[in-house]
C-alpha cells in the first residue's frame, strides 16, 4: 500500500479537481441548457411568428388575385361562372387562412410572453399581439364590405362601378400589407432583440467555463511543483535508468535517496539491472557457443523455439572443405586453431549474413538450418541457397589465402568447398540426456543435406541441391539439374540441382552450360549415349573444367562399354560408384 503522506497529498488534490470539475460540469450544463431553451424560443416561436405574418402578406395577394379573376370571368361574354365559382372559392379559403395564420402568430407570441425562463420584452410584444388583432379584425371587415358589394354589382353587371370598387379594395388591401408589413418589421426588432440576449449568455457561459478551466490548470500546477519536489526528482532517476536499459546499457545503479515506494521500486530497479546484467552476460557467453536467437529462445522459454521438441518444415545446409584435412596434418596445435578459426569464420559469414542457424561445427565441416521461427516458410529455402551461393564464392577466395595460413607455397588444385542443401520435415527441439542437451534439428532432410554434400565428390560439383529446396527458392537463384540418384541409406530416388548463381545474373558461358547440361542430361535419360556425350562435351567447352560434365561423359563411357539392363530408368546410386 502507498504511504499516508503520498497517499493523502495525491488523494486530496484529486479530489479538489473532482469537485471544482463537478461545478465546472454543473455550471456549464446549467447554462448551456439555458442557451439551448432561448435558443429553441428563438427558431420555433419567434422566427415561427415572423413567418406567420409574412404569410398574411402573401396570402393577401394572392386573395386579392382571386377576386380580380372573379371580376374577369364575370365581365367575359358569355360570363365564365365556372371561373368565377372556383375563385370565389379560392377567395373565402385565402381569407381563412389569413385568419389562421394571425391566430397562429398571436399564440406564438402569447406563449413567448408566458415563459418566466426567458428575458422578452413584454410590453412590445402584447402590443404587436394587439396590432395583429386589430389589423386583422377591422381593416377585414372593411375588405369583406367591400368584397359583398362587388359582388353585388357584378351580378348586376355595373362593371364601372365594379372597377371603382375594385380599386378601393385595393386601396384597403394596401393599407392592410402595410400594416401587416410594419408589425412583421417590428417583430424583426424583438427576433434581434432575443438573439443579442442569447449571444450574450453564450458568451457568459463560455467566459465562466475558461475562469473555471484556468482555476484547474492553476491548481494543476501548483500540485505538480508541489510533487515534484519530493517525487519527481527520483522519478526522472528512475527514467533515465529504464533509457539506459533499453539502450543496452547494464553498467550502471541508481541511488536510493528515500524511504517511500520510490525508494522501494529503485531497489526492484537496481535489482532487477543486476539481473538482466547476469543475463546478458550467459547470453553473452553462450551466444559464442549457440546461436543468440536459441540462446534468447531458450532463456526465456518461449514456445516459439520448440524446447520441447515439434515436427517443422527445415532446410538444412552442409559444408565441408575437401583435402583440408590433410593439408592441415603436421601443423602445430595453435596454427591449426589458428587456420581453422579463420576457415569457419568465413564460411560462417554467409550464414549469419542470410539469418541463418549454426548448429554445430563437426572437424572442418559445418551444419546450419534455417525455418520457423527464426525464418518465414517461404524464405527458408531462398536464404539457404543464397548463403550457398555466397560461401562457395567465399571458398574460392579462401584458396588464395590458404598458403599463406598453412605456411606452403600452394594448395591442391581439388581443395574446394562442398555444400549440400535440402528441405523437409524434421525433428527440432531440445535433444539430449539428462547430462547435456543440444537444441538441433534430426531427421530425414539432414541426412539427405549431409549426404548431397559428399555427393559432390562424385560429380565435381560445388553444390548440391533436393527439390523440395528449389522448389522454395527457384524465383532467387539460376540452377540446373544434376541427376536423378539414391543417396546411402536411402531407397528412392531423389533429384537432385546445382546453384549456379543468383536470378538473372548468369555469365553467358554459364547460361550454355545450362542449356547444353540440360540436353545432355536428356539425351542420357534417353540412352542415347552419342547425343548426350556431344551435349555434355559442348557444355564442357563453355565451362573448361565442369565437374558434372566431366562425370556424365565418363558415366556414358562406361555404358557403352557395358551399357545398363533394362529396367534402368537413369537413376544413379551412389553406391555405384
Same mark, same amino acid.
Given at each position: 500500500?502507498?504511504?499516508?503522506?503520498i497517499?493523502?497529498?495525491?488523494?486530496?488534490?484529486?479530489?479538489?479537481?473532482i469537485?471544482?470539475?463537478?461545478?465546472?460540469?454543473?455550471?456549464?450544463?446549467?447554462?448551456?441548457?439555458?442557451?439551448?431553451?432561448?435558443? !429553441?424560443?428563438?427558431?420555433?416561436?419567434y422566427?415561427?411568428?415572423?413567418?406567420d405574418?409574412a404569410?398574411?402578406?402573401?396570402?393577401?395577394?394572392?386573395?386579392?388575385?382571386?377576386?380580380?379573376?372573379?371580376?374577369?370571368?364575370?365581365m367575359?361574354?358569355?360570363?365564365?361562372? *365556372?371561373?368565377?365559382?372556383d375563385?370565389?372559392?379560392?377567395?373565402?379559403?385565402?381569407?381563412?387562412?389569413?385568419?389562421?395564420?394571425?391566430?397562429?402568430?398571436?399564440?406564438?407570441?402569447?406563449?413567448i410572453?408566458?415563459?418566466p425562463?426567458?428575458?422578452?420584452?413584454?410590453?412590445?410584444?402584447?402590443?404587436?399581439?394587439?396590432?395583429?388583432?386589430?389589423?386583422n379584425?377591422?381593416?377585414?371587415?372593411?375588405?369583406?364590405?367591400?368584397?359583398?358589394?362587388?359582388?353585388?354589382?357584378?351580378?348586376?353587371?355595373?362593371?364601372?362601378?365594379?372597377?371603382t370598387?375594385?380599386?378601393?379594395?385595393?386601396t384597403?388591401?394596401?393599407?392592410?400589407?402595410?400594416?401587416?408589413?410594419?408589425?412583421?418589421?417590428?417583430?424583426?426588432?424583438?427576433?434581434?432583440?432575443?438573439?443579442?440576449?442569447?449571444?450574450r449568455?453564450?458568451?457568459?457561459?463560455i467566459?465562466?467555463?475558461?475562469?473555471?478551466?484556468?482555476l484547474?490548470?492553476?491548481?494543476?500546477l501548483?500540485f505538480?511543483?508541489?510533487?515534484?519536489?519530493?517525487?519527481?526528482?527520483? #522519478?526522472?532517476?528512475?527514467?533515465?535508468?529504464?533509457?539506459?536499459?533499453?539502450?543496452?546499457? =547494464?553498467?550502471?545503479?541508481?541511488?536510493?535517496?528515500?524511504?517511500?515506494?520510490?525508494?522501494? =521500486?529503485?531497489?526492484?530497479?537496481?535489482?532487477?539491472?543486476?539481473?538482466?546484467?547476469?543475463?546478458?552476460?550467459?547470453?553473452?557467453?553462450?551466444?559464442?557457443?549457440?546461436?543468440?536467437?536459441?540462446?534468447?529462445?531458450?532463456?526465456?522459454?518461449?514456445?516459439?523455439?520448440a524446447?520441447?521438441?515439434?515436427?517443422? #518444415?527445415?532446410?538444412?545446409?552442409f559444408?565441408d572443405m575437401?583435402?583440408?584435412?590433410?593439408?592441415?596434418?603436421?601443423?602445430?596445435?595453435?596454427?591449426?586453431?589458428?587456420?581453422?578459426?579463420?576457415?569457419?569464420?568465413?564460411?560462417?559469414?554467409?550464414?549469419?549474413?542470410?539469418?541463418?542457424?549454426?548448429?554445430?561445427?563437426?572437424?572442418?565441416?559445418?551444419?546450419?538450418?534455417?525455418?520457423?521461427?527464426?525464418?518465414?516458410?517461404?524464405?527458408?529455402?531462398?536464404?539457404?541457397?543464397?548463403?550457398?551461393?555466397?560461401?562457395?564464392?567465399?571458398?574460392?577466395?579462401?584458396?588464395?589465402?590458404?598458403?599463406?595460413?598453412?605456411?606452403?607455397?600452394?594448395?591442391?588444385?581439388d581443395?574446394?568447398?562442398?555444400?549440400?542443401?535440402?528441405?523437409?520435415? #524434421? =525433428?527440432?527441439?531440445?535433444?539430449?540426456?539428462?547430462?547435456?542437451?543440444?537444441?538441433?534439428?534430426?531427421?530425414?532432410?539432414?541426412?539427405? *543435406?549431409?549426404?548431397?554434400?559428399?555427393?559432390?565428390?562424385?560429380?565435381?560439383s560445388?553444390?548440391l541441391v533436393?527439390?523440395?529446396?528449389?522448389?522454395?527458392?527457384?524465383?532467387?537463384?539460376?540452377?540446373?539439374e544434376?541427376?536423378?540418384?539414391?543417396? #546411402?541409406?536411402q531407397?528412392?530416388?531423389?533429384?537432385?540441382?546445382?546453384?549456379?548463381?543468383?536470378?538473372?545474373?548468369?555469365?553467358?558461358e554459364?547460361a550454355?552450360?545450362?542449356?547444353?547440361?540440360a540436353?545432355g542430361?536428356?539425351?542420357?535419360?534417353?540412352?542415347?549415349?552419342?547425343?548426350?556425350?556431344?551435349?555434355?562435351?559442348?557444355?564442357?567447352?563453355?565451362?573448361?573444367?565442369?565437374?558434372?560434365?566431366?562425370?556424365f561423359?565418363?558415366?556414358?563411357?562406361?555404358?557403352?562399354?557395358?551399357p545398363?539392363g533394362p529396367?534402368? !530408368?537413369?537413376?544413379w546410386?551412389?553406391?555405384?560408384?
Amino acid at each position: 500500500m502507498l504511504r499516508p503522506s503520498i497517499r493523502k497529498r495525491i488523494l486530496a488534490i484529486a479530489v479538489g479537481l473532482i469537485v471544482l470539475m463537478a461545478i465546472t460540469s454543473v455550471l456549464s450544463t446549467v447554462m448551456t441548457r439555458k442557451v439551448a431553451h432561448q435558443l !429553441d424560443e428563438l427558431s420555433t416561436k419567434y422566427i415561427e411568428a415572423y413567418g406567420d405574418l409574412a404569410r398574411m402578406n402573401v396570402r393577401s395577394l394572392e386573395q386579392g388575385l382571386a377576386v380580380r379573376r372573379m371580376v374577369i370571368a364575370k365581365m367575359q361574354s358569355p360570363p365564365d361562372e *365556372a371561373l368565377f365559382a372556383d375563385q370565389q372559392k379560392i377567395y373565402e379559403a385565402k381569407g381563412l387562412e389569413i385568419d389562421q395564420e394571425a391566430q397562429s402568430a398571436r399564440a406564438l407570441i402569447k406563449a413567448i410572453i408566458d415563459d418566466p425562463s426567458t428575458e422578452s420584452d413584454d410590453f412590445k410584444l402584447g402590443r404587436i399581439d394587439d396590432r395583429i388583432e386589430n389589423v386583422n379584425r377591422d381593416l377585414r371587415r372593411y375588405l369583406s364590405d367591400e368584397y359583398k358589394r362587388m359582388m353585388t354589382l357584378l351580378a348586376a353587371g355595373n362593371f364601372a362601378e365594379v372597377r371603382t370598387s375594385l380599386a378601393r379594395a385595393d386601396t384597403l388591401r394596401d393599407e392592410f400589407d402595410q400594416k401587416v408589413e410594419d408589425i412583421r418589421t417590428e417583430m424583426l426588432g424583438q427576433v434581434r432583440s432575443d438573439a443579442v440576449v442569447t449571444m450574450r449568455d453564450q458568451q457568459k457561459a463560455i467566459v465562466i467555463s475558461m475562469i473555471l478551466t484556468v482555476l484547474a490548470a492553476v491548481l494543476g500546477l501548483m500540485f505538480a511543483i508541489f510533487v515534484s519536489v519530493g517525487i519527481t526528482r527520483p #522519478v526522472r532517476r528512475l527514467l533515465d535508468g529504464t533509457r539506459a536499459v533499453e539502450a543496452g546499457r =547494464l553498467d550502471g545503479s541508481i541511488d536510493v535517496t528515500t524511504r517511500d515506494e520510490i525508494g522501494q =521500486l529503485t531497489s526492484a530497479f537496481n535489482n532487477m539491472v543486476e539481473q538482466l546484467r547476469h543475463k546478458e552476460k550467459m547470453r553473452e557467453t553462450f551466444g559464442r557457443y549457440i546461436d543468440p536467437r536459441v540462446v534468447a529462445g531458450l532463456i526465456d522459454r518461449q514456445a516459439q523455439t520448440a524446447a520441447d521438441g515439434e515436427r517443422r #518444415v527445415m532446410t538444412v545446409l552442409f559444408c565441408d572443405m575437401k583435402g583440408f584435412t590433410s593439408l592441415s596434418t603436421g601443423m602445430t596445435p595453435q596454427g591449426l586453431v589458428k587456420v581453422m578459426n579463420h576457415y569457419l569464420s568465413t564460411m560462417s559469414g554467409p550464414i549469419r549474413n542470410h539469418r541463418g542457424i549454426i548448429d554445430k561445427y563437426i572437424g572442418d565441416a559445418i551444419m546450419a538450418y534455417w525455418g520457423p521461427p527464426f525464418n518465414e516458410d517461404g524464405e527458408q529455402a531462398q536464404l539457404a541457397c543464397l548463403a550457398a551461393i555466397d560461401m562457395a564464392r567465399r571458398g574460392t577466395g579462401l584458396r588464395t589465402e590458404l598458403p599463406e595460413l598453412l605456411g606452403v607455397r600452394t594448395v591442391p588444385s581439388d581443395c574446394d568447398v562442398r555444400i549440400g542443401v535440402a528441405t523437409g520435415e #524434421v =525433428l527440432v527441439g531440445s535433444i539430449g540426456s539428462e547430462f547435456m542437451m543440444s537444441y538441433t534439428v534430426m531427421g530425414d532432410a539432414v541426412n539427405l *543435406a549431409s549426404r548431397l554434400e559428399g555427393a559432390n565428390k562424385v560429380y565435381g560439383s560445388h553444390s548440391l541441391v533436393s527439390a523440395p529446396t528449389i522448389a522454395l527458392a527457384g524465383d532467387v537463384i539460376e540452377f540446373r539439374e544434376i541427376d536423378r540418384l539414391v543417396v #546411402v541409406g536411402q531407397s528412392h530416388a531423389e533429384t537432385v540441382f546445382d546453384i549456379l548463381g543468383r536470378k538473372d545474373e548468369l555469365a553467358p558461358e554459364q547460361a550454355l552450360l545450362q542449356s547444353r547440361y540440360a540436353e545432355g542430361l536428356a539425351a542420357y535419360r534417353e540412352r542415347r549415349w552419342d547425343d548426350a556425350r556431344h551435349a555434355f562435351s559442348a557444355a564442357l567447352e563453355a565451362v573448361p573444367g565442369d565437374g558434372p560434365c566431366r562425370a556424365f561423359i565418363k558415366r556414358i563411357s562406361d555404358f557403352q562399354a557395358s551399357p545398363p539392363g533394362p529396367d534402368w !530408368d537413369g537413376t544413379w546410386r551412389l553406391d555405384e560408384k
